[in-house]
């Protein structure tokens, strides 16, 4: 069964990091693409980044260039998302996808809040 479970989530000042994680199980991250989405309150879910299934090539939006990295480690199964030099338009609900052949699957969320 395929399950995805983002941490790594909170409160933090504009300007500091945060790093993402999300844990998969069911699979293999080096099988398919992986992407981290997030969603702001009243808004569309939007893409923020992806890594390819070779673990070779990302991805970013415009507003995570330069900002965000996605890493990932293939023996823990994780992927990563590091935030940096955050900004208050960043806070979000910040969801890990797997685009798999059976379609995507998401984990559950979780919430990042920037805010003095």
């Known amino acids: 069964q395929v399950q995805l479970v983002e941490s790594g989530g909170g409160l933090v000042q504009p300007g500091r990091s945060l790093r993402l994680s999300c844990a998969a199980s069911?699979?293999?991250?080096?099988?398919?693409?992986m992407s981290w989405y997030r969603q702001a309150a009243g808004k569309e879910r939007e893409l923020v980044g992806s890594i390819t299934s070779a673990g070779v090539s990302t991805n970013y939006a415009d507003s995570a260039k330069g900002r965000f990295t996605i890493s990932r480690d293939t023996v823990k199964n994780m992927v990563y998302l590091q935030m940096n030099r955050l900004k208050p338009e960043d806070t979000a609900v910040y969801y890990c996808?797997?685009?798999?052949?059976?379609?995507?699957?998401w984990g559950q969320g979780t919430q990042v809040t920037v805010s003095s």
């Open positions: 069911g699979f293999s991250i080096s099988t398919y693409v």
């Open positions: 996808k797997a685009l798999t052949g059976g379609g995507s699957r």
